[in-house]
């Protein structure tokens, strides 16, 4: 079955401090990959996506990901997180033909000043 | 540009009635649209697909009756909730993808809070 696991629920990291969210998919396919962030009571915006090619992609607000194919992993990195960058990050999966994203159950991010 | 707007952002509507939510494309056309509900703290659980023109296409245990899809035109796309309970209030997100066989980037909407009482 088609999935996307988030494994880690909550992450606190200081201000200034790298991080990296983890992300691992299960498709029979390529897949097509993105990484959204959601603020609170807010939609979604797209941080970076990969369809195919380079497989460190770089996105907005200085985030990035690497796709691993071998892992079965999309993980989002960041070197130095700011605090406006609290919020709810969900890593997707966009199924061939169907065109459905298939989320992942999110990472709540807490930055400490 | 791709920007996709929700109306109502907020919506308080008393249980029994019904309440209609809008999807639309500002800047693109949006062949298919996606609905999306989100429960607090919790992920986006896909509702229904919406193409211009067709049925709608229900994920498995939503009830099509009680969630009413349009998608009259290439720009918009509406969900009604029938007859609307507590259990239904939720943030409903809706998402737009641009035509063609290779796009397959979803572009969301603001959301809409839909609280019933």
């Known amino acids: 079955a088609q999935s996307v696991t988030q494994p880690d629920i909550h992450i606190t990291v200081s201000e200034g401090a790298s991080l990296e969210l983890r992300c691992n998919y299960s498709y029979g396919a390529t897949p097509y990959l993105f990484w959204y962030v959601q603020s609170p009571g807010q939609g979604l915006q797209l941080l970076l996506k990969?369809?195919?090619?380079?497989?460190l992609v770089q996105g907005i607000k200085g985030f990035e990901a690497e796709f691993k194919r071998s892992q079965s992993s999309f993980n989002l990195r960041k070197p130095s997180v700011h605090w406006s960058d609290a919020a709810e990050y969900f890593c997707a999966v966009g199924a061939v033909g169907t065109y459905k994203y298939i989320f992942g159950t999110g990472t709540r991010l807490k930055v400490l000043a | 540009g791709a920007v996709v707007s929700q109306h109502p952002s907020r919506v308080i509507c008393k249980s029994g009635t019904s309440v209609k939510i809008e999807c639309r494309s500002l800047?693109?056309?949006?062949?298919?649209m996606f609905w999306y509900r989100q429960f607090p703290k919790q992920s986006l659980m896909l509702m229904a697909t919406?193409?211009?023109?067709?049925?709608?296409?229900?994920e498995q245990g939503v009830e099509k009756d009680k969630f009413l899809i349009n998608h009259a035109s290439l720009t918009l796309s509406t969900l009604t909730v029938t007859s609307a309970h507590p259990e239904d209030s939720s943030f409903y997100i809706c998402?737009?993808?641009?035509?063609?066989?290779?796009?397959?980037?979803?572009?969301f909407g603001p959301g809409t809070r839909l609280t019933v009482t």
């Open positions: 990969y369809f195919s090619g380079d497989t």
């Open positions: 998402s737009a993808r641009t035509p063609g066989q290779s796009s397959y980037e979803q572009y």
């Open positions: 919406s193409n211009e023109g067709s049925k709608a296409t229900y």
């Open positions: 800047d693109f056309q949006a062949t298919t």
